[in-house]
């Protein structure tokens, strides 16, 4: 692991947080009524992975395409998803804004709009070979696919 700056993690940062900068103003109907039954462990995970996973994708340098090899499949395969992240909020945009469309599958992925980015990061964490981004990943995952199929079980 090595550390410098990392276009490649401000480039995935950029694709996470500007569709959900468009969400503020666009929340679904009903939705502060899920968010008061919230389960505070997972909010905390969630918080945590936030602010781990933005720190991390931006401090380390292994993230950057390093060449032309195999091992790019895993940078390759966490765009691809990022894309489908886009494509998932580009739908979501487009609909009445339900809850029902919020938490909506895509393409079979359960949660698309928590999963999509949570499994993107973890391939950037293995194309990175950087086990820290992994674990802080998971721990966004456990709290952000918790509570994204928490509220879908409320609806």
């Known amino acids: 692991m090595h550390f410098g700056f990392s276009y490649i993690g401000l480039m995935f940062l950029i694709m996470l947080i500007v569709p959900n900068l468009f969400w503020t103003k666009n929340q679904p109907k009903d939705y502060e009524k899920?968010?008061?039954?919230?389960?505070?462990?997972?909010?905390?995970?969630?918080?945590?992975?936030?602010?781990?996973?933005?720190?991390?994708?931006?401090?380390?340098?292994?993230?950057?395409?390093?060449?032309?090899?195999?091992?790019?499949?895993?940078?390759?395969?966490?765009?691809?998803?990022?894309?489908?992240?886009?494509?998932?909020?580009?739908?979501?945009?487009?609909?009445?804004?339900?809850?029902?469309?919020?938490?909506?599958?895509?393409?079979?992925i359960p949660v698309a709009g928590a999963t999509l980015p949570f499994v993107a990061c973890g391939l950037i964490a293995i194309y990175g070979r950087n086990p820290i981004l992994f674990v802080a990943a998971i721990i966004l995952g456990v709290g952000h696919i918790g509570i994204h199929l928490n509220h879908k079980k409320e609806l």
């Open 34 to 108: 899920y968010v008061h039954n919230e389960s505070k462990i997972l909010l905390l995970f969630e918080r945590v992975g936030e602010v781990l996973v933005t720190c991390l994708l931006l401090i380390f340098k292994d993230f950057n395409i390093q060449g032309i090899s195999a091992w790019m499949i895993w940078l390759i395969t966490a765009f691809v998803l990022m894309i489908m992240y886009e494509l998932y909020w580009v739908r979501y945009f487009k609909s009445e804004k339900t809850m029902k469309d919020f938490y909506s599958s895509l393409m079979g």
